[in-house]
């Protein structure tokens, strides 16, 4: 059972941003403020699913893919 609180849906929309931003998981997880290995094994889970190339609209996923690079 996790110990934290679980992943939101826009959370997740972050990784993918992140992910198909060329950012590591651990980046994304400093953005978020969250553990590296739960980003990751979203990451993993929505690649098993298929839900990884899921954007949003591009002009959403370009700034939160500037913010996650000046953060991380």
Do not use: W
């Amino acid at each position: 059972m996790g110990h934290g609180k679980s992943i939101t849906e826009f959370e997740r929309e972050i990784i993918r941003i992140g992910i198909s931003g060329g950012c590591n998981g651990a980046q994304i997880a400093r953005y978020l403020g969250r553990n590296k290995q739960a980003v990751y094994n979203h990451i993993e889970g929505m690649k098993r699913d298929g839900t990884i190339n899921n954007l949003p609209f591009a002009l959403v996923a370009t700034e939160i893919l500037e913010a996650i690079n000046t953060k991380g």
